[in-house]
């Protein structure tokens, strides 16, 4: 069982800029969630909304402005609401650097599948997978029309 989901893309974009999409919550509803219920700061626990595919609770672990943003989830298709801290999860992380040329490289990391109940741990990893193609490709779009 693959543990760890890893994908980098890179952004034309200062990393400030790369950083709010990630972490504030008027902006980060344009590529990722439909609606974001609550309080999006470390600690926390707001609630992710995918219209048609469900709600996710999160908790916000880190959020280091302009490099780093995590959050604890039960994987996408599960729509789990609830303590967040209560049951096993993913933890998914938004690395960001600057580059030379003026673009951010961005690293997205999601781990912790190994450690999910056996019957969820498998289609958890697939949907995701291609679940943050999908996502990661909205973000770069965000700002393709800059």
Same mark, same amino acid.
């Given at each position: 069982?693959?543990?760890?989901?890893?994908?980098?893309?890179?952004?034309?974009?200062?990393?400030?800029?790369?950083?709010?999409?990630?972490?504030?919550?008027?902006? &980060?509803?344009?590529?990722?969630?439909?609606?974001?219920?609550?309080?999006?700061?470390?600690?926390?626990?707001?609630?992710?909304?995918?219209?048609?595919?469900?709600?996710?609770?999160?908790?916000?672990?880190?959020?280091?402005?302009?490099?780093?943003?995590?959050?604890?989830?039960?994987?996408?298709?599960?729509?789990?609401?609830?303590? &967040?801290?209560?049951?096993?999860?993913?933890? &998914?992380?938004?690395?960001?650097?600057?580059?030379?040329? =003026?673009?951010?490289?961005?690293?997205?990391?999601?781990?912790?599948?190994?450690?999910?109940?056996?019957?969820?741990?498998? =289609?958890?990893?697939?949907?995701?997978?291609?679940?943050?193609?999908?996502?990661?490709?909205?973000?770069?779009?965000?700002?393709?029309? =800059?």
């Amino acid at each position: 069982m693959q543990n760890v989901i890893r994908r980098e893309i890179t952004i034309s974009a200062p990393a400030e800029r790369v950083y709010a999409a990630i972490a504030d919550p008027e902006k &980060v509803v344009r590529w990722f969630p439909e609606t974001l219920e609550g309080e999006y700061s470390v600690g926390k626990q707001p609630v992710f909304g995918f219209g048609e595919h469900g709600r996710n609770q999160v908790y916000i672990v880190d959020a280091r402005p302009h490099e780093y943003f995590a959050y604890r989830w039960v994987p996408g298709a599960n729509h789990f609401l609830g303590d &967040v801290l209560s049951v096993k999860t993913t933890l &998914v992380e938004f690395r960001i650097e600057e580059q030379p040329d =003026d673009t951010c490289k961005v690293t997205l990391t999601e781990s912790g599948f190994a450690e999910l109940p056996k019957e969820i741990m498998e =289609d958890a990893f697939r949907q995701n997978s291609g679940g943050w193609d999908f996502m990661l490709g909205r973000l770069v779009k965000l700002f393709a029309g =800059d």
